[in-house]
């Protein structure tokens, strides 16, 4: 049974309510008590509520906890009366009520803000009075409840109708002032909204009505095709939208323009002059206005009820002042406006078409945005030819359950995650891991879901269905970063929210500069507006300052600065997602740029984690294979890893092993046994000196080999030598190589290990990595990696995610390598899909990349706004008597949005400098040099 | 989110400084002809009232919570 437990923390508006409240919920909490049914006491709890708001404007909040099973409702109060008297101080309530009913327990608390930093103290208190209470296990105080389960809930939104980054600000404000709220990210160009919350303070229609309430339109997150479908349709709906509003306006606007400088250059000779009568210019330009451009009023009118000035506002008020002024200057021409030859309809006109235009491109590079998911998801596909009985049935591939048989012929996609049977093929996986060449399959092998089967059939027996295929977890981990945020990203929002505000203070103060002294000192009847041949020399005091001012304005539209990272990191994170490389967020892309040092776990990660056969030396007379036969055959029936390493290696030199008469294990020396009509003996040095075996000719040759780490073994046959054998982990393919390409990208390269220091420098010195770390336990790895960064390094660590898991935690950026399907169990803030080294050269250009990108944007972006809004505010005018248009304001901010989405775009056309150069033979491969392993 | 209420207050409370500034402007003006004055008022008071509004209304929210 479900225990849910509801803390309902109670702020009261002034402390002289304080006692009022708590004698009544003294009052209610007995009344309560003694109340039964779950109806009651519901009712009990809603009209306290309700009363309390009408007593002093309190507002109350909830934190639940769920989970568990409790078989007494009242020892269940009694618990949490006992539980919060030991966190009330922790967290300074003031005091505390319970209300229980047969399932759930809403505890009343108060003195406490009802914020999320209120509501995350009590989850921490709770969390540390189970983990640290000391009267009896935490099932005493809420038995059978997990205080993991104590945290906020997660809400993933669709929202549309954001335009730049002040929408961002708007609604992360809007949602984050909500009581309950814990965290929000919004994200623009993704256009998404992740919000952490506590449901029973705040519920998702509540979330969903204050993004509404500021004017656009939030839907909860669909998973996999649905929520694509659903994307798509409402993006295109966008894009149909703001193109049927460029239908509208652009030609019209054409129109306007040309009507306005109808008389200018060559125009007259082409141009009929009713084109340029006021009143046809305005019969043209009101429905551009009123049409296209009625979204902003609108949208500006949602915000300031409230109390948000987003961009709407500032197209509006640009919009409606230039439209106003016209109509003024055409109705009532001696108004002081500048008369009838400042009518600036094409103004408004094109300044609403251009505006529309940008908004068309935002939601054409949105679309594009997304694509890698889009890519991803269409990967699966649609149908499985799944064998039941004798029948091949062919079924959607949702459909599959864990357990089925299913038949994969060539050429056609696998369906879902599983393992092979029977066949085999070689399948294409190359856009999930990046691997370039076709992976063979035979029966035992696992085969992902989405790859593509090239050459035979194959049945599989399906593993991992739904959202748990690797695919899935793929397109979550893609999904969840594009949704993220990185802290430059962070930056660029706030910037762009304060933003709105600080340009409406300098409208507001050019325009009072331009009206009281700039006129008078400045304006001369030359005046022009730039990069026109339109002269203002009847214009008046006010229509000037008005004109600079509405400028002003529109050209501070940050726009592209919204836009200039999140579609860098969409486009960064796509990139590397096609590579076999999966950041898990925007926050690890900024850090994997940052790096200055990598730690490597060595076993498992530079080395296979297995040790192998590496050098076979043989006595005089006696050949490579007589030996290995030998050996083989006395360890065939060992479990030891070294002894599999020799059984392993002869079976790969094609010798046959055959089974010994008898065998002995000696721990600590090696193995006797009898095989192949002689008496084998195999082990170290004291093995064959207590067996009395002169082994003195070989000593040489074995200190030679453990020198370079590895672990020696001597073979003698009925009390000769016979030779020795030389085992060690071997590198990984491409190791040396990875290594190399990192220190030629200037990062620290160490090595971490647990083996003793010999066995590690001599695999250090192959690899050419110059700081080891040897003899670390698992425990200390973390600490090790704290080292570096006390010594300002920013530090990734690379490892297995396995034993690794601290260490990959504490470093700035945790690689787990080589997690193949086991994406969503693995630690670290990057995933590489592949076993492949070079991934992480790979994982650093891309973020790299990507981080050069959001910065040219950023500067693009901002380089519009600096440069440009001294020009607009009339800087130059008073030497070169030229004006910003509205209309060049609106151009130019459109240019900025367009420029930065050009840039982004040219990151699709990054290509990791592994793959610029012809694929390198391995280095460093099977059986190359060796590192000792410890017997 | 601020509620309905307190948002209409900081919106009433935004309009009234937003009149006293375009009142001030026309005052200042008063050297000026009457379309400049009145315009200029009416622009004053429309961003006046914009620039407020968002600081009007955490203002007041922070000092009913107080």
Redesign the interface.
Known sequence: MLIGLYLGIV?VGSASWTHTVELLLTDWYFVGAVAAGFGSQVGLFSHLRRLLRQNG?IRSATVMASGGTATSTTSMVACCLHHLAEVLPVIGLSGAAVFFTTYKVPVILFGL?TNALGIGMMVRAIRHHHQTGTRGDRGHIFPGHDPAEVGPDTLQLQVTGMSCASCVSSIEG??G??PGVASVAVNLNAGTAVVGYNAGTVTASQIKK?IR?LGYEASERLEGASMMDREREARQLEVTRQGRWMLVAWPLAMLVMVGTFQDVWILPRYVPQFLGYPLLLFALTTPIVFGPGWQFFVNSYRG??????DMN?LYA?GIG?AYLIAVINTFWPG???GGPEAVFYEAAALLTAFIILGRYLEALTRGRASEAIRKLMSLQPKVARVIRGDAEVEIPSDEVEVGDLILVRPGERIPVDGLVLDGYSAVDQSMLTGESMPVEKRAGDEVIGGTMNKTGAFRFRATRVGRETALAQIIKLVEDAQSSKAPIQRLADLVAGKFI?WV??L??AV??FW??VGYGLFFSPETRLMLTPYTLAGV???GF??LI?VAVLVISCPCAVGMATPSAMMAGTGKAAEHGILFKGADAVEAASKLTAIVFDKTGTLTRGEPAVTDVLPAPGINEADVLRLAAAAEVNSEHPLGEAIVRGARDRGIRVESPETFEAIPGHGVVAQASGCKVLLGNRRLMAERGVAIQGMIAAAERLEGEGKTVMFLAADGRPVGLIGVADTLKPHSVEAVRLLHTLGLEVTMLTGDNRRTAEAVARQLGINRVLAEVLPQDKATEVKALQARSHRVAMVGDGINDAPALAQADVGMAIGSGTDIAKETGHVVLVKDDLRDVVTTIEVARATMRKVKQNLFWAFIYNTVTIPVAAGLLYPWTRQMVSPELAAFLMAISSLTVTMNTTLLKRFVPSLRRQPEPAAIGATMAPVAGVQS | MPGRGLMRHAGALGALLALGAAAAFTLAASGFGPVARYGGAVWVFILTWIILMPVLAPWLKERRAA
């Open positions: 702020r404007g803000a809007a949602v002032n909500l204050a309430d300031l009820r409230h109390g948000v000035a506002l008020t002042a108004a002081g406006f505000f409406h203070v409208s507001l325009f009072l009206f009281f008046g005091v006010f300052a008005l001012s």
